[in-house]
């Protein structure tokens, strides 16, 4: 590492080649003289609070040159009255901070520079999230500012045991990444292996913040679709994992935190289950368990009973398709599903003051005229205007999609071999489900594989806090 020394104009052209600073509006070196020394703060615009940065060189101009001492320590505890600063003893770690929006201070005849940390990112005002959203409980979310997500943390956990390691990753972006934990809990091998991997990270940039960092974390089989950890928008769910003796990580730009390790029950949790009293939070959990594993297998177990119409008694003979079918039921759930797709993409995409008429033309117009024309039959749009609304009952998106992948390979499955495909798949959708291996090695359904009772009964009946 390029140490700074006293050296003034030595080290101002150094870090001004090495910023490029002529080609970069936003880079600005202000030259001073301080207590009669030539000095140069470096800082960026938009970056700083002007009205601390004011203040700051007002002192400075009115410093004598026989109160200026020696050596930047002594100026530092002394003579500098603001609170977060720090003396920097080489180039790169004054690069890093001076991108980082942290203003740099060279003093000529004095070796370091003096890093003034009155930065302020532009953020969003802190806001309930639109996905995880409860009845009742608190109404904070992340923002992509990382110091007012720790601050969110912070307000919940006030122990000494709770601690926020800052690490980044990156040559060209140097994200920050926090690893928040409580020190004590059972996460020792987990949090080891986590450093390692951030530190072992080579990238020139965590380009979607992160998602790339979890792939980089996570690597492993891409036709796997089952997620490997939790993201989470709330506060409060992040504070309780911490407690449980999880780690939640931070990435800075990013309004959401990621939850290591997680197994397949814990993905499925969510905040309202233990805002309201035990016997609603595990009617609520049980319900939406059953609606997950409907909203996996109905379609494909219709799609058999009618390639087996013998299987279905009497009493349920109304559940098949009694008018004519013109296009293949596979076909037909196929066209279907990717039609949900798209129409939940042109949402995306559509402004609000439109999303009702969209709705409206979606919904009624498109699926009318659907089922009149023969494209669709009535029964098969009934059972996938359950399954599209089975899929919004689960908060995670990734455990969504990966439902629907094994659904339609189900559906495939079941179309081609009958019987025998629909079972084949279930043992497909088990045998992945199995096979997939959470971050610290542990079965991914884990407490029914490798079986704990104890822990079974937590995730399956919520219980007196």
Not at 132 to 142: A, I, N
Not at 211 to 235: D, H, K
Not at 246 to 255: C, E, K, M, T
Request: proline share 5%; charged share 20%.
């Amino acid at each position: 590492m390029e140490k700074i020394s006293d050296n003034y104009t030595a080290n101002v052209e150094r870090l001004r080649s090495l910023l490029d600073i002529d080609k970069s509006f936003d880079i600005i070196e202000k030259r001073l003289v301080v207590g009669g020394r030539r000095a140069s703060l470096f800082f960026i615009d938009g970056f700083v609070k002007d009205e601390i940065l004011e203040k700051i060189l007002e002192f400075f101009y009115g410093l004598k040159p026989e109160e200026l001492p020696a050596s930047l320590e002594t100026f530092q505890a002394e003579y500098l009255p603001y609170i977060e600063t720090e003396i920097l003893e080489n180039m790169e770690d004054a690069l890093q901070n001076l991108l980082s929006g942290v203003p740099c201070l060279f003093l000529s005849g004095m070796e370091g520079c003096l890093a003034i940390d009155c930065r302020t990112y532009p953020a969003r005002s802190v806001e309930e999230p639109m996905k995880d959203r409860t009845l009742r409980g608190s109404r904070d979310g992340f923002v992509e500012t990382i110091v007012f997500n720790t601050a969110l943390i912070r307000r919940r956990i006030r122990s000494p045991r709770l601690h926020m390691e800052m690490m980044n990753a990156g040559d060209s972006s140097r994200t920050d990444i926090v690893l928040c934990y409580m020190e004590g809990k059972d996460n020792g091998d987990c949090l080891n292996l986590l450093r390692e991997r951030i530190q072992g990270i080579h990238t020139d940039a965590l380009t979607m913040n992160q998602e790339s960092l979890a792939e980089l974390l996570l690597p492993g089989p891409w036709y796997n679709p089952f997620p490997r950890f939790r993201f989470t928008e709330r506060p409060d769910a992040a504070a309780a994992s911490i407690l449980e003796g999880s780690i939640v990580v931070l990435v800075d730009n990013s309004p959401s935190a990621m939850i290591f390790p997680v197994s397949l029950f814990s993905i499925t949790d969510e905040a309202n289950d233990y805002y309201f009293p035990p016997i609603t939070g595990t009617y609520l959990r049980l319900s939406r368990g059953l609606i997950t594993v409907l909203s996996l297998v109905l379609t494909p177990f219709f799609l058999l009973l009618m390639l087996h119409p013998e299987l279905v008694p009497g009493w349920l003979s109304f559940i098949l398709v009694q008018d004519t079918i013109y296009v293949p039921l596979l076909l037909q759930f196929l066209l279907l599903e990717l039609a949900i797709d798209g129409l939940k993409l042109a949402a995306i995409h559509t402004p609000d003051m439109l999303s009702t008429p969209l709705s409206v033309i979606a919904g009624l117009v498109i699926g009318e005229f659907a089922v009149n024309s023969g494209w669709f039959n009535s029964e098969v749009m009934l059972y996938m205007a359950f399954v599209t609304i089975a899929n919004y009952s689960q908060s995670n998106y990734e455990l969504s999609y990966a439902i629907k992948f094994m659904r339609i390979l189900l559906l495939i499955l079941t179309a081609a071999f009958g019987l025998p495909g629909f079972l084949g798949g279930l043992a497909f959708v088990f045998v992945s489900l199995l096979r997939c291996r959470t971050f610290s090695g542990r079965g991914y359904l884990y407490p029914l594989i490798p079986f704990c009772w104890e822990d079974l009964k937590r995730s399956l009946f919520r219980t007196r806090l």
